[in-house]
């Protein structure tokens, strides 16, 4: 293997072993994994239950469950229904809390209070259609032709919105994405810089660059530290669409949800690999830990300049100012993703969007890694650009 | 064998080194002294490939040094330095292999060399719970797992108690033995001149004294002659060259670098009882005081 690759893997193999043993990955880790699991039960919290038990009094109204059987499923609701010999068993299965509402022979529906209102409509429409049939059918109509008759298609849904039919889901996704994202690139970009600077500030790397060279220290770092990043941002996603799964949500995710997915960590590694050189070209300014978060000032502000209008992307994504700074290094790098999931972007956009930001994170590369070299032996006093980049050149 | 050859380093206007030469053959112990800001760290890190010279080469084996030749080489630097948190063991393997050694030998080479510096116990302990005299043995086994093939230390010594630079010179007498070039740089002029072979003193970028120990000290024009009198005459050196020192016991000591040696004697018989005459070499010290003066 190539020395200088097989240097950098070394590294990164120390970066990573070191930083996932420490107690604060793992609990940013569960921690993030269990918040975006937890994000699909909230809308059933405050929606309340999608399943309801009804009791049935009577011969008559026993006629009630096929029909609402066959609406169950259009509503996205689960129902059981439950025979009892009299109103009164049904008064006290109510008060019990056994039964959510109970239909009783001659048309009368008992619930505690208000029936929860998408079951009373369901169980209104059973009843409706129910009294319908057998009212035609009473008025001497043939049975046949009445049950034919009966059988209404519902209406066909058709959205004329660009962000497609499912655009409140994907807006949601599209938020989803936004906060994860920006949240693991400051973290891992912000872990870049901090190793930086423990590296210059215990004075190691003088140690370190005897064996190595500079840009085999500092991709191996930047290798390391992506990997884990890159593994939270697949354990917080697949946590996502777990919890989807389990409660039934995935159903209402929107159809491009495998390239959603993967277009985010393509331009997660393409923002990480773009801000961690800024974060290490900046942090190799400084020798103390306590520098750190002022000497990326510059970075922060653009990231979170890049996160804002994401953020503003969700709402609208097809609007100006999204569009154009999606195409624009590094914001494309957040904003992009957020677009595509929120609406239908042209691919050529896309494309463009990659190329120009790969672009963008070879030249930071590049110039991260000349400033690195020549600031990351000179210990002491803070150091300004002005003093790296002539010896740099 | 190490050889530097016409160093020159500048850093703005400071000058750093002006035309710094050493050479270290191997197994020879190399002592490199001076006063702080003299260049000897400079010098190191040259060697080492931390910094390169403004003009000036150094050699390894009569190469120009490469990078691969450079991974050879054990440095402990003069700011030390280790991981705080990562642990003992862990770290002295990390180093191993990245000079180079597989995962296997990296392990083997850091067992042996932790039984050796007495650091078995902590290999389990991150660094920065080991008091200073244990993170010093961790920077020493950082610098020497993959077995140098040459050693550079700037300072080894300071901040160690007596025992503990015994243990140390020994550990470097072991490599010396084994045939590897070691050069290290040291205030304690007693313990270059007690452990080293030659030795290198350096004054202001400039390498004022450099060779066999014996042979700076034997140096021309370094000698002195001392003679000591007891009871001589008022005046008896009127017209010797030298200085003439009282030592408050009756005894005068005369010190000189010429005159004729002969002539002295036979005043100095004349004054009183000679209870010394003979011509010395000096200590490091001296010449090294005289060097930087």
Same mark, same amino acid.
């Given at each position: 293997?190539?020395?200088?690759?097989?240097?950098?893997?070394?590294?990164? #193999?120390?970066?990573?072993?070191?930083?996932?043993?420490?107690?604060?990955?793992?609990?940013?880790?569960?921690?993030?994994?269990?918040?975006?699991?937890?994000?699909?039960?909230?809308?059933?919290?405050?929606?309340?239950?999608?399943?309801?038990?009804?009791?049935?009094?009577?011969?008559?109204?026993?006629?009630?469950?096929?029909?609402?059987?066959?609406?169950?499923?259009?509503?996205?609701?689960?129902?059981?229904?439950?025979?009892?010999?009299?109103?009164?068993?049904?008064?006290?299965?109510?008060?019990?809390?056994?039964?959510?509402?109970?239909?009783?022979?001659?048309?009368?529906?008992?619930?505690?209070?208000?029936?929860?209102?998408?079951?009373?409509?369901?169980?209104?429409?059973?009843?409706?259609?129910?009294?319908?049939?057998?009212?035609? #059918?009473?008025?001497?109509?043939?049975?046949? #032709?009445?049950?034919?008759?009966?059988?209404?298609?519902?209406?066909?849904?058709?959205?004329?919105?660009?962000?497609?039919?499912?655009?409140?889901?994907?807006?949601?996704?599209?938020?989803?994405?936004?906060?994860?994202?920006?949240?693991?690139?400051?973290?891992?970009?912000?872990?870049?810089?901090?190793?930086?600077?423990?590296?210059?500030?215990?004075?190691?790397?003088?140690?370190?660059?005897?064996?190595?060279?500079?840009?085999?220290?500092?991709?191996?770092?930047?290798?390391?530290?992506?990997?884990?990043?890159?593994?939270?941002?697949?354990?917080?996603?697949?946590?996502?669409?777990?919890?989807?799964?389990?409660?039934?949500?995935?159903?209402?995710?929107?159809?491009?949800?495998?390239?959603?997915?993967?277009?985010?960590?393509?331009?997660?590694?393409?923002?990480?690999?773009?801000?961690?050189?800024?974060?290490?070209?900046?942090?190799?300014?400084?020798?103390?830990?306590?520098?750190?978060?002022?000497?990326?000032?510059?970075?922060?502000?653009?990231?979170?300049?890049?996160?804002?209008?994401?953020?503003?992307?969700?709402?609208?994504?097809?609007?100006?100012?999204?569009?154009?700074?999606?195409?624009?290094?590094?914001?494309?790098?957040?904003?992009?993703?957020?677009?595509?999931?929120?609406?239908?972007?042209?691919?050529?956009?896309?494309?463009?969007?990659?190329?120009?930001?790969?672009?963008?994170?070879?030249?930071?590369?590049?110039?991260?890694?000349?400033?690195?070299?020549?600031?990351?032996?000179?210990?002491?006093? #803070?150091?300004?650009?002005?003093?790296?980049?002539?010896?740099?050149? | 064998?190490?050889?530097?050859?016409?160093?020159?380093? *500048?850093?703005?206007?400071? /000058?750093?080194?002006?035309?710094?030469?050493?050479?270290?053959?191997?197994?020879?112990?190399?002592?490199?002294?001076?006063?702080?800001?003299?260049?000897?760290?400079?010098?190191?890190? /040259?060697?080492?490939?931390?910094?390169?010279?403004?003009?000036?080469?150094?050699?390894?084996?009569?190469?120009?040094?490469?990078?691969?030749?450079?991974?050879?080489?054990?440095?402990?630097?003069?700011?030390?330095?280790?991981?705080?948190?990562?642990?003992?063991?862990?770290?002295?393997?990390?180093?191993?292999?990245?000079?180079?050694?597989? =995962?296997?030998?990296?392990?083997?080479?850091?067992?042996?060399?932790?039984?050796?510096?007495?650091?078995?116990?902590?290999?389990?302990?991150?660094?920065?719970?080991?008091?200073?005299?244990?993170?010093?043995?961790?920077?020493?086994?950082?610098?020497?797992?993959?077995?140098?093939?040459?050693?550079?230390?700037?300072?080894?010594?300071?901040?160690?108690?007596?025992?503990?630079?015994?243990?140390?010179?020994?550990?470097?007498?072991?490599?010396? *033995?084994?045939?590897?070039?070691?050069?290290?740089?040291?205030?304690?002029?007693?313990?270059?001149?007690?452990?080293?072979?030659?030795?290198?003193? /350096?004054?202001?970028?400039?390498?004022?004294?450099?060779?066999?120990?014996?042979?700076?000290?034997? =140096?021309?024009? *370094?000698?002195?002659?001392?003679?000591?009198?007891?009871?001589?005459?008022?005046?008896?050196?009127?017209?010797?060259?030298?200085?003439?020192?009282?030592?408050?016991?009756?005894?005068?000591?005369?010190?000189?670098?010429?005159?004729?040696?002969?002539?002295?004697? =036979?005043?100095?018989?004349?004054?009183? *009882?000679?209870?010394?005459?003979?011509?010395?070499?000096?200590?490091?010290?001296?010449?090294?005081?005289?060097?930087?003066?």
């Amino acid at each position: 293997m190539n020395s200088t690759i097989a240097n950098a893997l070394l590294v990164a #193999r120390r970066e990573i072993s070191v930083r996932a043993r420490t107690r604060g990955f793992l609990v940013g880790l569960a921690l993030s994994a269990l918040l975006v699991a937890a994000l699909p039960v909230i809308p059933k919290l405050f929606g309340g239950p999608d399943s309801y038990a009804v009791g049935l009094v009577g011969a008559r109204s026993a006629a009630l469950e096929p029909a609402a059987r066959a609406l169950a499923p259009g509503e996205q609701i689960t129902l059981t229904f439950t025979r009892l010999p009299d109103e009164r068993a049904a008064h006290a299965a109510i008060t019990a809390g056994d039964l959510d509402a109970a239909v009783v022979d001659d048309g009368r529906l008992l619930a505690d209070g208000d029936p929860p209102q998408e079951l009373g409509a369901l169980l209104q429409g059973a009843h409706r259609a129910v009294q319908t049939e057998q009212r035609l #059918r009473a008025a001497g109509l043939d049975p046949a #032709r009445v049950t034919e008759a009966m059988r209404v298609p519902p209406l066909t849904e058709v959205s004329v919105s660009t962000a497609g039919g499912d655009s409140g889901v994907r807006a949601g996704v599209a938020m989803l994405l936004v906060l994860t994202l920006f949240f693991l690139l400051i973290s891992a970009v912000t872990q870049v810089a901090m190793g930086v600077v423990e590296e210059k500030g215990s004075r190691i790397v003088e140690l370190l660059l005897t064996s190595i060279r500079p840009g085999e220290l500092l991709g191996g770092k930047i290798l390391g530290l992506g990997a884990l990043g890159l593994l939270n941002l697949v354990v917080v996603i697949a946590a996502g669409l777990g919890s989807a799964l389990a409660t039934g949500l995935a159903g209402d995710l929107p159809d491009g949800m495998t390239g959603i997915v993967l277009g985010a960590l393509a331009w997660f590694l393409l923002g990480y690999a773009f801000f961690s050189a800024l974060a290490a070209a900046l942090g190799s300014l400084v020798s103390r830990q306590e520098e750190v978060s002022s000497v990326l000032t510059p970075m922060t502000t653009l990231l979170t300049a890049a996160y804002l209008v994401a953020f503003y992307a969700v709402t609208e994504p097809a609007g100006t100012l999204a569009r154009v700074l999606s195409l624009v290094p590094p914001f494309s790098s957040m904003v992009m993703p957020v677009r595509t999931a929120a609406a239908d972007v042209p691919v050529w956009e896309v494309g463009v969007a990659a190329l120009l930001m790969l672009l963008a994170v070879a030249v930071v590369l590049t110039a991260g890694a000349r400033i690195y070299r020549s600031a990351v032996l000179r210990t002491g006093a #803070r150091l300004r650009l002005r003093d790296v980049l002539p010896a740099a050149r | 064998m190490l050889e530097a050859e016409d160093l020159h380093k *500048r850093y703005g206007d400071t /000058i750093a080194l002006r035309g710094v030469a050493l050479r270290v053959r191997p197994g020879e112990m190399f002592g490199f002294v001076g006063a702080n800001g003299a260049g000897k760290t400079t010098t190191m890190r /040259i060697v080492m490939g931390v910094l390169g010279p403004d003009s000036g080469e150094v050699r390894w084996r009569g190469e120009p040094v490469t990078a691969a030749a450079r991974r050879g080489f054990g440095y402990m630097p003069e700011e030390r330095g280790l991981y705080q948190k990562m642990r003992v063991a862990e770290q002295i393997a990390y180093f191993g292999r990245l000079h180079g050694m597989t =995962a296997a030998e990296a392990k083997s080479a850091t067992g042996a060399l932790m039984e050796r510096l007495g650091l078995t116990e902590r290999a389990g302990d991150p660094v920065e719970a080991l008091s200073l005299g244990n993170q010093q043995r961790v920077q020493l086994a950082v610098a020497l797992v993959h077995d140098p093939t040459l050693l550079v230390l700037d300072e080894p010594f300071s901040g160690l108690d007596p025992i503990a630079v015994d243990a140390l010179a020994e550990v470097l007498a072991e490599r010396c *033995r084994a045939g590897v070039p070691v050069i290290f740089s040291s205030h304690q002029l007693d313990l270059v001149e007690r452990l080293c072979d030659s030795v290198g003193i /350096i004054a202001a970028g400039r390498m004022v004294a450099a060779g066999p120990v014996e042979e700076v000290r034997a =140096a021309e024009g *370094r000698r002195s002659l001392r003679v000591v009198v007891r009871d001589p005459a008022p005046g008896w050196a009127d017209g010797l060259p030298g200085e003439v020192t009282a030592d408050g016991d009756g005894r005068q000591v005369l010190r000189t670098t010429e005159g004729d040696d002969q002539a002295i004697l =036979a005043a100095a018989s004349r004054a009183g *009882r000679v209870e010394h005459f003979g011509w010395e070499q000096p200590t490091l010290t001296e010449i090294f005081r005289e060097a930087v003066a």
